[in-house]
Nanobody, 126 residues
């Protein structure tokens, strides 16, 4: 199981970025996929999650601004981030778990996910 997050960069507050999580070695539609982020000096926190049946979950801090989606043909999960704020600045990670609705049962928790990819840095300037 390999995951690769991409799409990070520098953007002004109010702008948008689109992150992608590409999976290799396994068919992504069998996995719940989640996005986490970690800001400097802070703990890693759950941002969004999508189940194998495409149920989406969001942290309250990003609800209404971020959208998670899955493209099984491309074996990717995308996180569309709009109306970005300076507090969204962090390294973003994607993670996988071979369980259908792990986020619906446990929330978007780091301990629920065993497969992680390297992060991509998102910097939002105010």
């Amino acid at each position: 199981v390999q995951l690769q997050a991409s799409g990070g960069g520098l953007v002004q507050a109010g702008g948008s970025l689109r992150l992608s999580c590409a999976a290799s070695g396994f068919p992504i539609h069998y996995f719940s996929i989640a996005w986490f982020r970690q800001a400097p000096g802070k703990e890693r926190e759950g941002v969004s999650c999508i189940s194998t049946t495409d149920t989406a979950y969001y942290a309250d801090s990003v609800k209404g601004r971020f959208t998670i989606s899955r493209d099984n043909a491309k074996n990717t999960v995308t996180l569309q981030m709009d109306s970005l704020k300076s507090e969204d600045t962090a390294v973003y990670y994607c993670a996988a778990r071979d369980q259908n609705n792990v986020c619906g049962v446990y929330g978007i928790q780091t301990g629920s996910f065993g497969s992680w990819g390297p992060g991509t840095l998102v910097t939002v300037s105010s």
